[in-house]
């Protein structure tokens, strides 16, 4: 089992930054990759990034290439997600995510953490 708490969500206006984190904890060594998707009301969960857990690979949704990072610290067990020129339609429930193999679904995930980017 895996275990997963984001954290670092809040309200920002629109143009600034903010880095999420999601800790990971238990069987991390048994991990493929690792992602963050969100929920905005209404709408349905959108692929953001992810990235390989044992390289640097990574991949991104079209609506925040060029804006967000995805990064991680493999002896923190720890992802991070760098948002920058945020806009008001990043507004959304963020959630970190892990799997185990590429071909399975996503087997664990965070509660989420809400960004809210105001115009």
């Known amino acids: 089992q895996v275990q997963l708490v984001e954290s670092g969500g809040g309200l920002v206006q629109a143009g600034g930054s903010l880095r999420l984190s999601c800790a990971a904890s238990?069987?991390?060594?048994?991990?493929?990759?690792m992602g963050w998707f969100r929920q905005a009301p209404g709408k349905e969960r959108e692929f953001v990034a992810r990235i390989l857990w044992s390289s640097i690979r990574e991949y991104y949704g079209d609506s925040v290439k060029g804006r967000f990072t995805i990064s991680r610290d493999y002896a923190k067990n720890t992802l991070y997600l760098q948002m920058n020129s945020l806009k008001p339609e990043d507004t959304a429930l963020y959630y970190c995510?892990?799997?185990?193999?590429?071909?399975?679904?996503?087997?664990?995930w965070g509660p989420g953490t809400q960004v809210t980017v105001s115009s």
């Open positions: 995510a892990a799997r185990i193999d590429y071909y399975s679904e996503w087997n664990y």
């Open positions: 238990g069987r991390t060594f048994s991990l493929y990759d």
